[in-house]
């Protein structure tokens, strides 16, 4: 299992830069944030993960969750998804779908109190394609199309530290890096004798942020545990350059070839300053041993205050409440396997950081999955799936009602362990 492992790291790097299949909305910020707030296992419950850990559990979210982690265990955790999604207008729709990589985690332990994990994730995704029509004082008809490619990915590492019994800390540090580009594009379908003007701008960012976690746990009664979990990301000024064209072309649009006319507009390198807003979190868990498990979180993110060159772009401060459960009937049965099999649902419910027209973009979604141990080996296999909905048709917005399904494989490996042979 260790061997298939490392094969699916080393797999990693082909799948990495993969394009997610994006939301019109990711035109605005840094584009559609991952929806990956950590494993397939913590997805299929509802996102809840500020109070979640375990001796086999890779949990990201909350870096304090990896003091748990058995010190002679190697974790390994890896997940991709598939997309299905119908865009709504008061008018019209359309259907897309896509399949990505989803993330990786790696986590050990370096002492009994100190435990630490590497993992890569995308971090955000730039991906639309819009037109629109318009008419000039003098009766001329122009079209305006609206183009965006690229994403950002991250790379952690995390650390985490038993402090007390009870109690653990951590840190996690994130390299942010990659591309986005923008492709505006003004033409006159009628007139050969207006020139038609395209603007690209490209930003290349790469910098670091910081995230904090703390779990505090108490025992009471019998196998009954509750833990209460609390995360911080330090807001950051991020390090980006940014490239801006403009030029006048003859044709160039559709499937034409453009000839450049002039250039009214070139920077190469200006510098560009992003503020990444701070974020809070906190939740609860209740579980009894291996049986059942109960959890809510809260988390909020100050994205009013995020600015891209001095600009905001329509984006809000966000929040999310989310709700989830977690059951396994006999997690030691020999008999049956079903009852060895642990079964999730949650949901959650979203403000997003999009503010489009003076709508506030909502969001919510119905999670349930399994996780499937593997016969004779320390491995499980989890699957979650997701029903929900984004935006709305009001003001001219476009609705999206998706459903998502990802699979994960979570593996455990014992460390400096003798073979006894007889």
Known sequence: MLFLAVMIFMTVGSVFAQADISSPYSRF???TMSKNKSNTMIQSMGGISNALDGKYLLNNANPASYAEIDSLTFLFDAGFYMKFVTYRTSELSERGSDASFDYFDLGFGVTKWWKM???????SNRE??????????????YVIDYDGVGGLNKIYWTNGFKVFKNLSLGVKMNYIFGNITD???????????????????NLSLSDLTF??????????????????????????????????????????????????????LYKDGERVDVKYPQSIGAGITLQKGESWLIGVDFNWSNWAAFRMGGVNDSLQNS??????????????SVSSYLRKVNYRAGFHYDQTFYNIYGTSIKK??????VGLPIQRAMTTLNIAAE????????????????????????IHDRWFVKRRYK
């Open 29 to 31: 910020g840094l584009g």
């Open 117 to 123: 994990g590497v993992g890569a994730a995308p971090f």
């Open 128 to 141: 639309y394609t819009s037109t629109a029509d318009f008419v000039w004082e003098y009766e001329y008809p």
């Open 183 to 201: 492709l505006t594009t003004l033409y006159f379908p009628d007139h050969i004798h207006v020139f038609n003007e395209k603007r690209t701008i």
């Open 211 to 264: 995230d904090f976690g703390l779990i505090f746990k108490h025992d009471f009664k019998k196998d009954y545990r509750m833990a209460i979990g609390l995360t911080y990301s330090l807001p950051a000024t991020m390090r980006a350059h940014r490239n801006i064209f403009i030029k006048t072309m003859f044709k160039g649009y559709g499937d034409n070839s453009g000839n450049i006319i002039d250039t009214i």
């Open 319 to 332: 929040w999310n409440v989310a709700v989830g459960a977690s059951y396994t009937p006999d997690h030691t």
């Open 364 to 369: 919510y979604g119905l999670t349930f999955g």
């Open 387 to 410: 029903i929900g909905r984004m935006g709305t048709t009001q003001n001219n917005l476009i609705a999206e009602t998706y459903f998502n399904i990802s699979f994960g494989v979570s």
